[in-house]
């Protein structure tokens, strides 16, 4: 069983940043396609980015290319999301998922197997 929890989130300004970080508990975060969700209320959790095993492959959405980075430290069992130039539309909370079963990278929220609690962003105009 792996354990997620996300931290970082908070209010900010639009055009602000945050980094969000996500750390795993298990010894094999290493074997795990990572990747970051949102949900915004009223809406279903949508893909943001993820990241390959060794971090060498990333993968966004077209709404935070350019704007968020994703990044994993698997000494430290994490991964980040560096968000940049954040918008009000930016605005849900914020999900780490892990997924365990394949090698390659999936943006449907439903193959992933593990999640965190989520971490609140909230961007102010």
């Known amino acids: 069983q792996e354990q997620l929890v996300e931290s970082g989130g908070g209010l900010v300004q639009a055009g602000g940043s945050l980094r969000l970080s996500c750390a795993a508990s298990?010894?094999?975060?290493?074997?795990?396609?990572m990747g970051w969700f949102r949900q915004a209320p009223g809406k279903e959790r949508e893909f943001v980015a993820a990241?390959?095993?060794?971090?060498?492959?990333?993968y966004y959405a077209d709404f935070v290319k350019g704007r968020f980075t994703i990044s994993r430290d698997n000494a430290k069992n994490t991964v980040y999301l560096q968000m940049n130039s954040l918008k009000p539309e930016d605005t849900a909370v914020y999900y780490c998922?892990?997924?365990?079963?394949?090698?390659?990278?999936?943006?449907?929220?439903?193959?992933?197997?593990?999640w965190g609690p989520g971490t609140q962003v909230t961007v102010s105009s």
């Open positions: 990241i390959s095993r060794s971090g060498g492959v990333t």
């Open positions: 298990g010894r094999t975060f290493s074997s795990y396609i």
């Open positions: 998922g892990a997924d365990t079963r394949t090698s390659y990278i999936r943006t449907g929220a439903s193959v992933y197997d593990y």
